[in-house]
């Protein structure tokens, strides 16, 4: 395993293609926690996530020789990450409008969110970090996966722009409008606890 250590990013690709499963544990292991991670930032329930990481890998296992070095591993990662959790957000909604029209509520009592296990969440306070993640939740998708990538993930805005593939200043521009569109849900909330 220590020699695996010393391997560069384009051996350990070409390794992973070739089917060279030692190769492929020594990736997982490298990188679990930051897909882990990545995806409690947008789904907010740990098993969800752990979930949704496995599912990136088995997608990494079955695609890594269509991994175009147009950009870096990492930044490939991060957009199946994002990509995987975004499909679970989509699928919550849609369980959750056919629970309400079932007349059921069962979706919510089983899958409650974790708003303090992830380790980029540094709030002293539950209740504002959830009040704080129910207006992320709010926001528009793009707004959102640039916003969660910034501020939790800590990502630069250029690796953002090659995740969500578009321009630096297309990020500076969804992330402005995020914090506008934050500040205004939260105003009132702020102001109420100043009282």
Request: glycine share 2%; proline share 1%.
């Amino acid at each position: 395993m220590d020699l695996i250590k010393h391997i560069s990013e384009e051996e350990l690709i070409v390794a992973i293609s070739n089917g060279e499963e030692r190769y492929f544990r020594y990736f997982v292991e490298k990188y679990k926690n930051k897909i882990y991670n990545t995806c409690l930032g947008f789904l907010r329930n740990a098993e969800d996530a752990e979930d949704t990481a496995q599912e990136v890998f088995i997608e990494v296992h079955q695609s890594i020789n269509k991994f175009k070095k147009e950009s870096s591993l990492d930044t490939w990662l991060y957009r199946i990450a994002t990509n995987k959790s975004l499909e679970v957000i989509r699928s919550r909604k849609s369980k959750k409008r056919f629970s309400i029209l079932a007349g059921k509520d069962v979706y919510e009592q089983n899958n409650q969110p974790v708003y303090h296990l992830h380790p980029g969440i540094e709030a002293e306070n539950k209740e504002r970090a959830e009040i704080l993640m129910n207006a992320i939740e709010k926001l528009k998708e793009k707004q959102r996966i640039a916003f969660v990538l910034h501020k939790i993930e800590m990502l630069s805005q250029k690796e953002i722009a090659a995740i969500m593939e578009t321009s630096v200043a297309g990020v500076e521009s969804l992330l402005q409008r995020a914090k506008e569109n934050l500040r205004k849900m939260l105003n009132q909330y702020y102001h109420e606890d100043e009282k």
